[in-house]
């Protein structure tokens, strides 16, 4: 893991020509390293003193010699190497736990902030909702408005029945005279017919008196004419005889 290493740049080289890590790999390494603890700003690595001092306590005590004062100085400092070790991973135990705990929170809060955008989110189309029924309920309000303006314009009930009634009158009123003009006018056809048929009557008797007039002056003009005649034929024979 740790075989590949980064190329920095030089002063006599340019500045491409260099190789870094990925994202992944330098987390990978970072852990690597907090976890070993294989790094340090000052000094040698606690991972490596704590190595030497295992050795160190490992050789004395594999010597034949009696060495007991010696292995239980090198004891006394491994252990105590030990517990140097140990107090920082216990600081970062504390420290992981912390975070555990903090995402453990942070992932109830964003549990909590997603109900709550999906709450608003669900209260701003009931709002919607109740807005456009607001909307209806103003324009019809408005409506009614108007409507009210335009019944306040027209003239009270009371007068609009007598009105109506006066209406009614002189409707009944008007077809009385109507229907009394209609009967008047059928009189007056009738009385028009039987006074052509007097007329045509009274012309065909003048017609006829004015012949008779015409016949017996004829007949009074043609008796005279007769007479002479009648007068002239017996003087003739009077003649005659003589």
């Known amino acids: 893991m740790l075989t590949k290493g980064r190329r920095v740049a030089g002063r006599g080289e340019a500045m491409s020509a260099h190789y870094a890590f990925g994202p992944h790999e330098d987390d990978a390494i970072i852990k690597h390293r907090l976890l070993t603890r ?89 709002l919607k909702k109740q807005l456009e029924q607001s909307k209806t309920e103003r324009q019809h309000k408005e409506e009614c408005e108007a409507i009210r303006k335009l019944i306040s314009l027209q003239p009270p009930r009371s007068e609009t029945k007598k009105l109506i009634a006066d209406l009614e009158k002189e409707i009944t009123n008007l077809e009385a005279e109507s229907a009394a003009c209609a009967r008047t006018l059928e009189l007056r056809k009738k009385q028009f017919a039987l006074l052509l048929h007097v007329v045509e009557e009274l012309q065909i008797s003048i017609e006829d008196e004015q012949r008779s007039i015409a016949d017996e002056l004829r007949a009074a003009a043609e008796e005279p004419k007769m007479s002479e005649e009648g007068s002239g034929g017996g003087a003739s024979d009077a003649m005659a005889v003589d």
Do not use: H, W
Not at 65 to 72: G, I, L, Y
């Open 38 to 126: 294989t790094t340090t700003t000052r000094g040698e690595p606690p991972l490596k003193k704590l190595q030497k001092k295992f050795m160190s306590f490992a050789a004395e005590a594999e010597k034949d010699a009696d060495n007991t004062m010696d292995c239980e100085r090198l004891y006394k400092a491994f252990l105590q190497e030990i517990n140097t070790f140990e107090l920082p991973l216990l600081k970062s135990k504390a420290v992981v736990d912390a975070n555990l705990r903090e995402k453990e929170s942070f992932n109830e809060l964003q549990v909590e902030i997603q109900r709550q955008i999906l709450q608003a989110q669900t209260d701003i189309e009931d």
